[in-house]
């Protein structure tokens, strides 16, 4: 393997090289806390609904109890979304070997929710309603209450980020040689005591 040279200049491919490379730790962390915060959202209004018993208009999670108007907007969970598939695609370079294979599942996972999300903000701009519905509805909200398919979106979404984050944090050698930046741990450091 040749070692990571970064392009010159100041260039939006050089800018991913890095969060790829050397500032993969650190972007990885960025992104883990906005998915953790929605995750957090995301039960809060769950626990709402189906241990407080409230009805789903007032389960508004955390920042909804202040902002009402955010659970309902679909600008909100339209830029979610986008953020989701934008930092999954940014951050697959640092990924190698089996940690890419399980990135790459939760980033085709998180492009159909994207899609899903986009029929509903679509609707929602064009106050258009598809499906003979009467509020803005996705395909497979069709067979799924929307509380309920979006925990399941997130989880099936979130299960294999976790399990490329295992395989990126305890490469094989092979992988080790592969990648370009420094997430994981050395484990003859780690093994001695020194980090």
Request: proline share 5%; glycine share 6%; net charge positive.
């Amino acid at each position: 393997m040749t070692a990571y040279t970064a392009p010159a200049g100041g260039s939006a491919a050089g800018l991913i090289d890095r969060l790829n490379g050397a500032r993969h730790r650190a972007a990885l962390n960025v992104f883990m806390l906005i998915v953790l915060a929605h995750w957090a959202e995301h039960l809060t209004q769950a626990f709402q609904i189906w241990v407080l018993d409230r009805p789903v208009k007032q389960s508004r999670g955390v920042l909804g109890q202040w902002f009402p108007w955010l659970v309902s907007s679909e600008w909100l969970h339209y830029g979610y979304a986008l953020v989701m598939l934008t930092g999954l695609w940014l951050l697959r370079k640092g990924f190698v070997g089996r940690a890419r294979t399980w990135w790459m599942v939760a980033f085709a996972i998180q492009f159909w929710h994207h899609i899903e999300h986009l029929l509903l903000f679509i609707q929602a701009q064009a106050g258009v309603l598809f499906f003979g519905k009467a509020v803005p509805t996705s395909v497979a909200q069709l067979v799924f209450p929307r509380v309920e398919l979006h925990l399941l979106y997130n989880t099936i979404v979130f299960l294999p980020m976790v399990v490329a984050m295992y395989y990126h944090l305890r490469p094989s050698p092979a992988e080790r040689a592969q990648a370009d930046c420094n997430c994981a741990p050395d484990r003859e450091l780690v093994s001695s005591g020194h980090r």
